[in-house]
């Protein structure tokens, strides 16, 4: 059994206070009008960064047939018999296909999941499952539709940091691409309703797509579990660990988890955004200054998987506290 949960603090701990929050949509779109327009979008993309860490996109581009397809290939593969999902069982996080069901990672609690980069798509696809047959073609159309979204965003989100639209350009579209496609079983009155504990994401953005309900996010400014609603056609995005350094702590990583659904089991496909591997990622220095010393100590995507790897008992997990300085 997980024993994350020992990373948060108590307040942080199931609450029966769950309500549903006021949540910043963000009209994708609204980014390439006119320079006013793109403007108040700036502006709010970076408010809802600064003061929850998390929102939802809509007239993002992506069609729901796109998104319909994709959560079809991700549910088809996990009905595959086990023994094929198990042929992309490894403990070896730096593998490019990782399955498994149970708790190794020390935070799935009652989730499968497969992990795979998607970008660039032409060099990982061809270690990606085979079955489903649809499996490649759909999660490869949604990969390379979603990456494009979180560059976007990503430019609003440095312009609103008033870095400027083009800073670290380069270093985004070289970057990397996580997908973690979960899946987490209908909730049965006996067993635990939390499929996946608390913790952050390591990188910039996560871009979440899901079946249905289960997701939560600690309220900044309350501490406490709220339950996200998913908007129809909407994709819901979250500051990461890295953002978090990038903005020297202007913009805070959120903890979230996932619960199991009553009603369904659930499906869900996390875009995470980064650098390339061993691109480090600093406190930018137009954020540093004497009254704002660097907080973080630079750190990478490798750096990453290996405090992972190094803390797979759970004791220090939190990456974001070992970047502390
Ligand atoms: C993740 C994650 C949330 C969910 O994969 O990192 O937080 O709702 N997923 O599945
Ligand atoms: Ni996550």
Same mark, same amino acid.
């Given at each position: 059994?997980s024993?994350?949960?020992r990373?948060v603090?108590p307040e ?9 929050l006021?949540?910043p ?26 003061d ?8 993002h ?6 998104m ?5 290939a991700?549910?088809d ?11 992309f069982?490894s ?27 998607a970008?660039?798509l ?10 489903p047959?649809i499996?490649?073609k759909y999660?490869?159309?949604y ?5 494009m ?11 609103g940091?008033?870095l ?8 985004f ?6 997908l973690?496609?979960?899946?987490y079983?209908k909730a ?14 390591y ?10 309900g289960g ?5 900044p400014?309350?501490n ?6 998913? +908007?129809p056609h909407?994709?819901?995005v979250?500051i990461g660990? /890295?953002?978090?350094? !990038?903005?020297?702590? *202007? $913009?805070?990583?959120?903890v979230?988890?996932a619960?199991l ?5 659930r499906?869900?496909?996390a875009?995470?955004?980064?650098f390339a ?15 704002n010393?660097p907080?973080y100590?630079?750190?990478s995507?490798?750096?990453? +998987?290996?405090h ?5 008992d759970?004791? /220090?997990?939190?990456? !974001?506290?070992?970047? *502390? $300085?």
């Amino acid at each position: 059994m997980s024993d994350s949960s020992r990373t948060v603090p108590p307040e942080l701990l199931p609450s029966e206070d769950l309500h549903p929050l006021p949540m910043p949509v963000i009209n994708l779109g609204h980014l390439s009008l006119d320079s006013a327009t793109r403007y108040r979008v700036v502006d709010d993309v970076a408010k809802a960064c600064r003061d929850l860490g998390y929102f939802q996109v809509i007239n993002h581009g992506i069609s729901q047939s796109v998104m319909d397809c994709a959560l079809e290939a991700a549910s088809d593969f996990f009905k595959l018999p086990n023994e094929t999902k198990e042929k992309f069982a490894s403990e070896d996080l730096r593998r490019p296909v990782r399955y498994d069901t149970s708790s190794k990672d020390s935070i799935s609690m009652s989730r499968a999941f497969l992990k795979h980069y998607a970008h660039p798509l032409s060099e990982w696809i061809q270690y990606w499952p085979q079955q489903p047959p649809i499996y490649r073609k759909y999660m490869g159309k949604y990969a390379s539709e979603v990456r494009m979204v979180a560059l976007q965003l990503m430019e609003a989100i440095v312009e609103g940091l008033g870095l400027g639209k083009e800073y670290l350009n380069e270093k985004f579209h070289e970057g990397s691409q996580l997908l973690s496609v979960n899946c987490y079983a209908k909730a049965s009155q006996s067993a635990t309703t939390i499929g996946l504990a608390p913790h952050s994401d390591y990188g910039f953005l996560t871009i979440l797509l899901t079946s249905c309900g289960g997701l939560e996010v600690v309220d900044p400014s309350s501490n406490i579990w709220t339950r996200v609603q998913q +908007l129809p056609h909407a994709l819901h995005v979250q500051i990461g660990d /890295h953002m978090e350094v !990038l903005s020297n702590g *202007r $913009m805070k990583t959120v903890v979230h988890r996932a619960l199991l659904n009553p009603e369904e089991a659930r499906i869900s496909i996390a875009s995470i955004h980064g650098f390339a591997l061993h691109e480090k990622v600093t406190c930018a220095k137009e954020l540093v200054d004497e009254e704002n010393p660097p907080k973080y100590k630079e750190s990478s995507f490798s750096d990453f +998987l290996d405090h992972l790897t190094a803390n797979m008992d759970n004791k /220090h997990r939190n990456f !974001l506290e070992s970047l *502390r $300085m």
